[in-house]
Structures are given as structure tokens and as C-alpha cells.
């Protein structure tokens, strides 16, 4: 057994930051693991399968407290947003939240983000290693005048999965209420919250932003409904690649572009046709004459997954790209992979092969995602 | 008589006359969790003391098994192939991986015995 598994057991450095939920998920018996500089669990008692197939089937709750809260507002906070990421936020309504892209001035993506308009200011997610940076980025890009704030005070809870909206009726009308991508701010089981109806699984859910003080109460609450269970990173991880999502820092990263990244959607019509954001030039002129190479889902053949990394050789020999996310789809019982290809063989249906360890494994390009979303219906 | 010893890999050695039988420990499954893919190596194969032979994936990470000491495959473990769950529901039986028959016999009583293996998995 190679080192993986003693990383997994070892407990982890003092200095990692915690979440206000550790004490609960040691109660519930945890496996704690050190991610983005904080302590969070990876799986509980049931492990990744379980949980990953009851998310699917029921509901489960993630603590991804980790993540980056910010908020800015003032006068034109919206169009001051616009000179930063790809995406209209100023055809952006109060009550709506958008996915979003930091870029830098080459196009190459500094963040993945979620923008929500609370009708007084907006609200900002951002992925935990990178939260600091996008601060930083984000502020020296803004004009004077406007308010952008941190809030490392706040937890952030996801609630997944078809029974999610059923837990939220009786916790929290207003929220059930929600289309998908709709936010609210409105007390669930009596602690305020913001709440958007989003999630990073594929599934119908909710993302709730609650003061550090109140998540135990909250995440106690959610977990006393039926059909909640709490489930970890991994399960995270396994539902979002079957959902076809990109994980920063794997999927994407300053070296890709949102066109290569088959994010071109993010890009509002407007944006294409003013430009005006950081890396328009890269963009927009890929928008026109395609990409060089493009994320793509693929199938393997036989049962072995490809992991990050794996090169994809084309079937007359040549170097098509390399494996970004793959493993084992528990829904599908079957290996999935996510992965950048040159864009001759980027079509699905097309034939490649996956180079694992020292065998060569067919593969097929798929259209992502892999296992359908199930959003709720508008 | 046979009797087994262990690695500081977390693999198990069963040995019986000159052919040994290599699985993974129940904390390495356990560390593990879901085990959804076992490559084994194919008969015949000569493998020298420590070399990765075999690899066991569960949905979180992919890891190697390596040969606890030399010596040549003599035959793998079909069965853990087509259901690898077998591997965490019964790792120190029919959960093995491969069979090997040692070059030096002599070299298994160089392995950790239980209670070596036992003080080694409380220190982790």
C-alpha cells in the first residue's frame, strides 16, 4: 500500500483552520482531513459510496464553511463587478445568483464564483484556496466608493438531493419557493440566513450562508429532518465530476480559458458584444476561431478509472491531452473522466485512449454531464 | 503450519511451504474505504522485493500494492477483480490479491510479525 493511505489517516497539523461545525463532525465520527488549510471531513461512518448514493436518492448536508464569503455594494457595484469576470451582472435581478469567472488579463481563470444580487448588495462564493487572492484581486480592481467586504464570520451549509426542497418547506417556506439559481434572505428554523437554491452535486438544493455563532444549530436542525445525513468531501467530489462540474485548481486554472473550458455559456451577450472585462481580447477572439482545446467528459472501456493526470493519445498515436478529474462514478458503476482534448478530437463519440499505469485503455468522448442534473424546475 | 506476517505497507503475508499469499490489512481497507477497482499482476511475473505489483482504487484514491519479497506470481485473485467490495468485506480472506512463490523463504521471517504490525498501526 503506497503513502496515500497513511495521508489519509494522519491527523492533521496543528495550524489547520477549522470550521464552526468541527466539534459536530467529530461527534459524528468523521474522518477529518486537511483541504485548502482547514480541517474538514472527508467522509463519515458510511463512507464515499453511501453517502454519494444518498445524496442521489434522499439528502445530505455538506459543511463547505471553508469557501469565501464576500459582499459588495454601492453605486454600480454590478458594472464594477463586469470589468473583473465574464458574466451580465447587470441584467442580474435581485433575488438571482449567476456562475461566474475571475480572469486575468490573459483569460486565464483566477476563480470559479457564484454571484448572487441580494437586492442591496451582491454576494460573492469563492472557492477556499483561493478566497484570499480573489480578495485581494477583486478589491484593487473595484473603483472607490463601493463596499466590498470579507465575511469570515459566516458558515456556509449545503443541503443536497431530491429531499432537500421537502426539508426546506417545513424549515423554511421562502426557500422552497426558490427557481433553481434563486437566493433569499429568511430565517431557516429560525436562525437568518442567506440562502440560495444552488448546490455543486447535480441535484435540486440549497447553499445556506448563517452566522458562525448559529451553523451548529442550523446543521443540527437540517440533520434532524428525515432523510438528512451529513456526507464529506469525497462524496462532494464523486457527485460533482458525475454532474460534469470543474474543480478549480484541477478542471481549471489560470492556464485555461473559459472557452477551453467549455464555459463559454458564463459569457453574457452583451459581454461578447462590448467586451470590456479582464482577458477580453484572449476570449473573445477564441470565441470566434474556436480553441486550440476544449474540456470534454470521457467513458473508459472496462473498469479501470483514470485518474488527473492521465496522458490521451489519439488512435493514430498522437498526444490528444491529458485526464484533469476521473474515478469511479457510483451512480453509473462505472469509471467517468473529465479532461482537456485537442479540439480535432473533441466531438462526442470520438474514440480516444487513456494511458493508466502501463496498459492502454479505449475510451469515448461523452457530453458532459454525466449522470443528468435534476435542478429545480423554474 | 502457516503464518502471517506483515508489511509496513499494510499488506499481509500468509505463508504455506514456499508459496506465499499477499492481501491488504484490514486498516489499509479501512483506510481506504470503498474499494471499486483491483489491477493484479499476471502469473508468471518475477517481482523483486518492494516493486508496486498490483493497485487498489476506491472512489477517493488509487494506490499501489507492492511484492512484501521476491519472487514470482504464481496466481492472482479473480475474484477481487470482479467484485472489489470484497476486498473491504474480507480483506484478510477472500479478499486476497495474489500468490507468490518466494526466490528466498527465509527472507518472511524478516517481516513484522502481528504484534509489530499491531504497535505499528496504533502509532499512525
Known amino acids: ?378 | 503450519m502457516t503464518e502471517t506476517r506483515y508489511t509496513k505497507d499494510h499488506e499481509w503475508v500468509r505463508l504455506d511451504g514456499a508459496v506465499a499469499t499477499v492481501g491488504v490489512t484490514d486498516h489499509a481497507q479501512e483506510a481506504l474505504g470503498d474499494v471499486v477497482f483491483v489491477e493484479l499482476p499476471k502469473p508468471g511475473r518475477e517481482v523483486t522485493d518492494g516493486e508496486a505489483c498490483a493497485v487498489v482504487e476506491s472512489v477517493k484514491a488509487a494506490s499501489d500494492v507492492y511484492a512484501p519479497l521476491a519472487g514470482r506470481v504464481t496466481e492472482a485473485n479473480e475474484a477481487v477483480v470482479d467484485d472489489p467490495a470484497l476486498v473491504n468485506r474480507a480483506a484478510h480472506g477472500d479478499g486476497w490479491f495474489f500468490r507468490m512463490e518466494l526466490s528466498d523463504p527465509a527472507g518472511f521471517a524478516a517481516l513484522m510479525d502481528e504484534a509489530a504490525y499491531k504497535a505499528l498501526v496504533d502509532s499512525l
Open chain 1, 1 to 378: 500500500m503506497a503513502e496515500p493511505v497513511l495521508n489519509i489517516e494522519a491527523d492533521p497539523p496543528d495550524e489547520l483552520r477549522t470550521t464552526p461545525l468541527d466539534a459536530l463532525h467529530r461527534r459524528l465520527g468523521a474522518r477529518m482531513v486537511p483541504f485548502a488549510g482547514y480541517s474538514l471531513p472527508v467522509q463519515y461512518g458510511p463512507g464515499v459510496l453511501a453517502e454519494h448514493l444518498h445524496t442521489r436518492s434522499s439528502a445530505s448536508l455538506f459543511d463547505v464553511s471553508h469557501m469565501g464569503q464576500f459582499t459588495l455594494s454601492g453605486d454600480g457595484a454590478a458594472a464594477a463587478l463586469e470589468s473583473l469576470v465574464p458574466g451580465d451582472f447587470q441584467a442580474l435581478a435581485p433575488g438571482r445568483q449567476r456562475y461566474t469567472l475571475l480572469l486575468n488579463d490573459i483569460g486565464g481563470i483566477l476563480d470559479d464564483l457564484m454571484v448572487a444580487n441580494y437586492g442591496d448588495r451582491l454576494m460573492i462564493v469563492a472557492n477556499a484556496s483561493r478566497k484570499d487572492a480573489d480578495a485581494h484581486h477583486i478589491a484593487q480592481g473595484l473603483p472607490s466608493g463601493l463596499s466590498f467586504d470579507q465575511h469570515p464570520d459566516r458558515a456556509l451549509l449545503a443541503l443536497q438531493g431530491p429531499a432537500a426542497a421537502g426539508v426546506m418547506e417545513r424549515l423554511c417556506p421562502a426557500a422552497a419557493a426558490l427557481p433553481f439559481m434563486g437566493v433569499a434572505e429568511a430565517p431557516v428554523g429560525g436562525i437568518s440566513a442567506w440562502i440560495s437554491r444552488s448546490g455543486y452535486t447535480g441535484e435540486d438544493g440549497f447553499e445556506i450562508s448563517v452566522a458562525a455563532a448559529e451553523t451548529e444549530a442550523l446543521a443540527t436542525q437540517l440533520l434532524a429532518e428525515p432523510g438528512v445525513l451529513p456526507a464529506g468531501l469525497g462524496a462532494r467530489d464523486s457527485l460533482r465530476l458525475e454532474a460534469g462540474l470543474c474543480l478549480y485548481g484541477t478542471d481549471i486554472d489560470e492556464l485555461t480559458t473559459p472557452v477551453e473550458a467549455d464555459l463559454a455559456w458564463t459569457i453574457g451577450k452583451r459581454r461578447r458584444a462590448e467586451g470590456g472585462f479582464a482577458g477580453a481580447t484572449v476570449v473573445l477572439d477564441q470565441l470566434k476561431t474556436g480553441p486550440h482545446r476544449l474540456r470534454v467528459g470521457l467513458r473508459p472501456t472496462g473498469k479501470a478509472p483514470a485518474r488527473a493526470k492521465t496522458p490521451i493519445v489519439s488512435t493514430d498515436g498522437t498526444a490528444a491531452g491529458d485526464v484533469t478529474s476521473g474515478g469511479f462514478s457510483p451512480t453509473l458503476g462505472a469509471p467517468i473522466a473529465m479532461g482537456y482534448v485537442r479540439r480535432d478530437v473533441s466531438a462526442p463519440g470520438t474514440e480516444l485512449q487513456l494511458l493508466v499505469r502501463d496498459n492502454i485503455l479505449p475510451a469515448q468522448v461523452v457530453s458532459l454531464p454525466f449522470v443528468p442534473h435534476r435542478f429545480a424546475k423554474a
